[in-house]
């Protein structure tokens, strides 16, 4: 069984920084593609940064130049770099990963949400 644990959201200042981690465990072979995704008040989940497990990334133009996502492969943990944060940033991030686990079955995998509030 593998669980993903989410940490870092909380309140941040307009134009302040935030970063969100998200490790997994269990019995993992391999972890494939790892993302973030958000949700806002009212509105469907979208996706924010994508990284593949060669490092590749995508980000969402809303995001672009603010955001930054990472992986540590050694720690089973994905990362995302908040920088000059904006009001409509306000969502729960929820972070998203595929999986190969032990079993060598592929599987996508969410983690619990963590909120974001931005407010001055």
């Known amino acids: 069984q593998v669980q993903l644990v989410e940490s870092g959201g909380g309140l941040v200042q307009p134009g302040g920084s935030q970063r969100l981690s998200c490790a997994a465990s269990g019995r993992i072979f391999r972890i494939n593609a790892m993302a973030w995704y958000r949700q806002a008040p009212g509105k469907q989940r979208e996706l924010v940064a994508t990284?593949?497990?060669?490092?590749?990334?995508t980000y969402a133009d809303s995001v672009k130049g603010r955001f930054t996502i990472s992986r540590d492969n050694a720690k089973n943990t994905v990362y995302l770099e908040m920088d000059r944060v904006k009001p409509e940033d306000k969502a729960v991030y929820y972070c998203?990963?595929?999986?190969?686990?032990?079993?060598?079955?592929?599987?996508?995998?969410w983690g619990q949400g963590t909120q974001v509030t931005v407010s001055s």
């Open positions: 998203n990963t595929q999986i190969t686990s032990a079993l060598l079955r592929d599987d996508t995998y």
């Open positions: 990284i593949t497990s060669r490092d590749t990334t």
